[in-house]
């Protein structure tokens, strides 16, 4: 499983897949995978059978539909985008820290040079303040 899931979200290691065809890869299996559970619940639920025309449709119509709305906002994306890459070779770590009444939560993104994300963490911890966070 844990496999699967590297393929999922880091198809150019698994699989060498990159840049776009990479994006719409793991946007394909996240659609994938939430479809037939919204249809395993479905089902579960209410009763009847799976249809696997009818899921092949959905997943089809609902990555157009991801993919036409991720390209209509991402020229506007990149062009406000606060980000600045690394040097080429090198990864950047973005963090953050956010402080509740009852919990303090961290959260990092390593990402190289063209934006893909490498590893991404965030761990909830028991209440701090903000300069401990």
């Given at each position: ?127 701090g303040s903000p300069l401990w966070a």
């Amino acid at each position: 499983m844990s496999q699967w899931v590297k393929m999922m979200v880091k198809p150019e290691i698994v699989l060498g897949i990159h840049g776009e065809k990479a994006k719409e890869f793991t946007l394909l299996v996240a659609l994938t995978c939430d479809i037939i559970w919204m249809e395993r619940n479905c089902i579960r639920i209410d009763g009847g059978h799976a249809d696997s025309m009818s899921i092949s449709s959905k997943v089809s119509r609902s990555f157009k539909e991801h993919k036409s709305a991720w390209q209509s906002i991402s020229s506007f994306i990149y062009k406000s985008q606060s980000w600045l890459a690394p040097a080429r070779g090198w990864v950047k770590c973005n963090f953050d820290a956010a402080v509740k009444e009852n919990k303090v939560v961290y959260a990092a993104v390593v990402r190289d040079e063209e934006g893909f994300i490498l590893k991404a963490w965030a761990k909830k911890d028991v209440v701090g303040s903000p300069l401990w966070a």
